[in-house]
């Protein structure tokens, strides 16, 4: 009964994992700008995620190491810290943007400017870590996150070209505005295959206490939770379609983005879209500030755990505790949280490789996972993964320049 | 004489005529009680990959490229290892000498 | 056993199974004729910054000497005190007694218990 459970809320955790404020603002963008035409890049980055997910709960499963804990056991100290350094920097970029998207959801049901709230939603966010415990952030706010579907209800409502979803889940070169094309489809990647996510997703797996016996239940938390995600990303790129047709205006504010919502859903509208942005991004602030803690702990050999007490894992509190402090200070600044968003992600896909490399490494380590070890399918898998991490680090930053 | 295993990690080895023999990747140690007697060093690229625990992957990958065999892990015994200086250590044997690793 | 594959970097547990950290580093001890042995595991201090650069081993004893328990140089344990090498080294040691934890128990005491809630609470 406890493992049905958890497929059950496995699937609705990908809302606060996978639906944020980045794969939200790409999805929009790409729908605006350019119809059904990056539907596959929702798709080819949730199917990477699945893999990488699938993975990552295995090997902590199996091996009862965290990502973390074996990269800095097999590679090295020096080698680690290149990762922590990219990671950690990457992933505090996208905390910035989440924490922005949740005072940007406020400013929309309140009027009150984001900046105003920055600090409020830090110390809320931090008072949730610090008080609240592994399954709290878990199930509490999955469970909250189900109001997303009303993206699905929205995109449902303003009637999608069936042939040109399908049409958009293949790939297509777009003629004119290559460089535009080009960038959000690196954006949409990145804002997709997010490292951090396999880090919590590691650590989380040992939160809980996964064994092997649980490897049936991750591959299924992994495909369904996973598509879940992607189907709601996908409905928010539609929306978007629909609402501003190809061609549309660039979504350069939140007030923009929340028309997908009210077109299809006049009276509602404004309301859902603000507390679904309001959910996922809480979720994704949370996940991202215990992942970056996490990597801290987890490399440096300290006590961590988010259900113990905040004195007995001292360094692991005092880390969440700063980098969420830290992560108020550009929006209280004012610093749009859109622009960061777009930033983050293209810096996400840039520093893929230091993410992925090791990681296919430690998949086919026979010493920590034994039988359990990659086949050549999931290897296949992760290679191309890696090939596409390399030319999306190669191409994010100048696309990011040129058509961002 | 203190040696930290750290700084030697990686650092290139010349035989006893001054020829490269490759770099100190890995300590094959023995516990005997409560000691730890260190019985050999392994030197060479191969080294690594052993390190690396990563054979399972390289090999698949050298047979699909339909590279050559290739396999350079030298043994170097402690008594064979100089490292009066240790920032450059040295054999106390010339590299023709030496034995692959198992 | 292999040093750098099955001990360097791995993480290190007290006889009470409490995390003490990684081995950050091993000390030889070379003689004029007798075979090398291992003497020491170190944790923390410069034995970990200084495989990054030696700016950043000066940088981090600066700031270890200003602040925190103000302890810049690593924690040393007799190499005889491991009872198992495997998935983590187990010593035959208890962690507060060693200084390996000296920055945990600090951060406790003068950061964290401060903060409303910030004491002992009930695993879940």
């Given at each position: 009964m406890k493992k049905f459970l958890q497929i059950a809320l496995g699937i609705v955790t990908s809302v606060g994992g996978f639906l944020e404020i980045g794969s939200v603002t790409t999805a929009a963008q790409g729908g605006a700008s350019f119809g059904y035409k990056l539907l596959w890049a929702i798709l080819l980055g949730t199917i990477c995620l699945i893999f990488l997910v699938e993975m990552s709960g295995r090997f902590s499963a199996v091996s009862k190491h965290t990502i973390v804990d074996a990269t800095r056991e097999r590679f090295g100290f020096p080698f680690f810290s290149i990762v922590l350094l990219g990671m950690v920097l990457v992933a505090f970029l996208v905390l910035v943007a989440e924490l922005g998207g949740i005072g940007l959801s406020l400013q929309l049901l309140t009027g009150i400017g984001f900046r105003w709230w920055a600090i409020p939603v830090s110390f809320a966010v931090w008072l949730v870590v610090w008080k609240g415990t592994f399954g709290l952030i878990e199930n509490g706010v999955s469970l909250l996150g189900l109001v997303t579907i009303s993206f699905v209800v929205a995109a449902l409502k303003l009637h999608p070209d069936w042939h040109g979803v399908a049409r958009g889940l293949l790939p297509s070169l777009e003629g004119d505005q290559k460089a535009k094309y080009g960038f959000i489809a690196v954006s949409i990647l990145g804002a997709s295959i997010s490292p951090y996510l396999m880090y919590f997703y590691s650590s989380g797996a040992i939160e809980d206490k996964w064994?092997?016996?649980?490897i049936p239940i991750n591959r299924i938390i992994a495909v369904l939770g996973m598509s879940f995600g992607g189907l709601l990303s996908m409905a928010v790129l539609a929306a978007a379609a629909l609402t501003f047709g190809p061609n549309g205006a660039d979504i350069t504010t939140f007030d923009k983005a929340a028309q997908i919502m009210t077109s299809a859903l006049p009276r509602w509208g404004l309301f859902l879209f603000a507390v679904s942005m309001l959910v996922a991004c809480l979720g994704a602030a949370l996940e991202i500030s215990l992942a970056i803690s996490y990597f801290f702990a987890q490399g440096f050999g300290w006590n961590w755990g988010e259900s113990i007490g905040p004195s007995r894992v001292a360094r692991f509190s005092l880390t969440y505790t700063i980098i969420i402090l830290l992560a108020a200070i550009p929006l209280v600044l004012g610093i749009d949280p859109i622009k960061v968003t777009m930033i983050s992600m293209a810096l996400t896909a840039a520093t893929l490789p230091l993410a992925i490399v090791p990681f296919l490494f430690l998949m086919n380590d026979p010493i920590y996972l034994g039988d359990h070890r990659n086949g050549w399918i999931s290897n296949s898998v992760v290679a191309i993964i890696i090939l596409i991490s390399f030319v999306l680090a190669v191409i994010s930053i100048p696309l990011q320049l040129i058509g961002g | 004489m203190e040696i930290k295993i750290q700084h030697l990690l990686g650092r290139k080895v010349c035989d006893v005529d001054g020829n490269d023999v490759g770099r100190i990747e890995e300590f094959r140690v023995e516990r005997d009680g409560k000691a730890c007697l260190v019985e050999a060093y392994l030197i060479g690229a191969s080294a690594l990959i052993q390190r690396l625990s990563a054979w399972t992957l390289v090999r698949p990958i050298n047979r699909f490229l339909h590279g050559r065999s290739f396999y350079s892990i030298y043994r170097v015994p402690w008594q064979d290892m100089d490292l009066s200086d240790p920032h450059h250590p040295r054999l106390r044997i010339a590299k023709r000498d030496l034995r692959h690793a198992k | 056993m292999d040093l750098v594959r099955d001990v360097l970097d791995k993480r290190l547990v007290d006889r009470e199974d409490c995390e003490m950290g990684r081995v950050d580093g091993l000390v030889m001890e070379l003689g004029e004729r007798s075979q090398p042995r291992i003497t020491h595991i170190e944790i923390g201090g410069n034995a970990l910054w200084a495989r990054l650069h030696p700016v950043v081993t000066r940088l981090a004893a600066k700031l270890a000497r200003k602040w925190g328990p103000k302890r810049a140089a690593p924690v040393r344990i007799p190499w005889s005190r491991v009872i198992t090498a495997g998935r983590e080294i187990k010593l035959d040691v208890e962690a507060k007694e060693t200084g390996a934890i000296d920055w945990e128990i600090w951060i406790a005491r003068h950061i964290i218990e401060r903060i409303p809630s910030g004491g002992h609470e009930e695993e879940e």
């Open positions: 064994d092997v016996t649980y | - | -």
